[in-house]
């Protein structure tokens, strides 16, 4: 009988619990594997903490947001972490996994490639709420997150237009706008800024005065958290909660929705609040969309483990799963293209 192994990696999102769930059922019933779930991430490769994940332990959870095997960004190739990726390989012939089933965005993919490259049987799922994976139209999470954004923008909307103000909405997007973009276009706002775009502030002040000026006293803002603002004493442009950099690299972003609010009010004179949405937009029951995807990308992979294809990952183009090579997906982001930005733009100001 041969045995399983999945996790999740990096940050969590909705709907990591229906690709969990697909993975086991479809591996057991199926296939009679024996499914076991790796905890926190490649961390609990590392630590050699897993546990075995039958019928019962996914039953039900479905509709739950987060993960029931933990996650974390623990990077086995990080410069001090010498000797990790010796003992994921101890580990794996230890108990047995004949593949690992990774659920996770560029870092846990790139892990993932490399232990491929050491001869490990891996497939991989695309999950990131960014949408920033490169190979794949959607990845599950971004709904969810879409539909959290809308509604946070539709609620400002009442405040917004109650109190003649302009609202600044930060949401997530590091290297891209996808969120952005989208929650921006089905929430209604009138300036959408992303990392991709390139911004003149002077051109954002003259957008929303000239909304009020035809009667219009109140405006939307929605605003990635990875956009460079033009502020000389924040690196690189960057606006970051602290300079403490994560397993991989990544700096901690937060805050450039306060930094813009401000600069918005002193260039318009119009008074300007800043709401940041944060880690809701992580949290609670995935959406629909989201739950179907995960559930298809997770029978993809375990069939892909069946038929022997490792050093993939699944995923959607147009309305099709398929596998491609991890290494397409190496070294890169999707970034929002000009027709989705074009699209928005139209409804600015």
């Known amino acids: 009988m041969k045995k399983i ?69 623990a990077n086995p190739f990080g410069k001090n972490n010498k000797g990790d990726p010796e003992r994921i390989l101890e580990n794996i012939k230890k108990f047995d996994l004949y593949a690992i089933a990774t659920i996770g965005g560029e870092d846990t993919q790139g892990v993932a490639f490399k232990l491929s490259e050491m001869g490990v049987n891996v497939v991989g799922l695309p999950k990131t709420i960014d949408n920033d994976l490169p190979g794949t139209d959607y990845t599950f999470g971004f709904d969810t997150a879409v539909n959290i954004a809308t509604e946070a923008i539709d609620r400002l909307h009442t405040t917004a237009e109650s109190h003649n103000r302009v609202m600044v909405v930060e949401v997530m997007g590091r290297h891209t706008g996808w969120i952005a973009t989208f929650a921006g276009i089905a929430g ?27 009667g219009r006293n109140f405006s939307i803002v929605v605003v990635s958290e990875g956009i460079k603002l033009p502020v000389e004493d924040k690196e690189e442009g960057f606006v970051l909660q602290n300079t403490k950099k994560d397993a991989y ?12 609010a401000e600069m918005i009010e002193k260039g318009t004179g119009f008074e300007t609040r800043c709401t940041v949405l944060g880690h809701t937009q992580r949290g609670g029951t995935p959406t629909a969309y989201d739950r179907v995807l995960g559930t298809r990308f997770g029978i993809a992979a375990i069939e892909l483990i069946h038929k022997g294809e490792f050093g ?38």
């Not at 690299?249 to 813009?260: D, N």
Request: glycine share 16%; charged share 25%; aromatic share 8%.
């Open 249 to 260: 690299g990544h700096v901690m972003l937060g805050g450039v929705g306060s930094v813009l």
């Open 188 to 214: 209604g706002a009138d300036v959408i800024l992303i990392p991709e775009k390139h911004f003149d502030m002077e051109e954002i002040y003259e957008l929303i005065k000239k909304r009020h000026k035809r």
């Open 5 to 73: 192994g999945i996790l999740t990696g990096g940050g969590d999102c909705p709907g990591l619990n229906a690709a969990i769930r697909a993975v086991v059922r479809k591996g057991i019933k199926d296939y009679n594997y024996k499914v076991y779930g790796i905890l926190e991430g490649w961390k609990g490769l590392i630590d050699g903490k897993i546990k075995e994940l039958d019928m019962n332990s996914v039953s039900g959870i479905l509709p739950r947001g987060g993960t029931i095997i933990g996650t974390s960004r």
């Open 312 to 349: 993939k990952i699944v995923v959607l183009r147009g309305n099709k799963i398929v596998p491609i090579e991890l290494k397409e997906i190496m070294g890169q982001y999707k970034t929002v293209d000009d027709y989705w930005y074009d699209l928005a733009k139209v409804f600015f100001g």
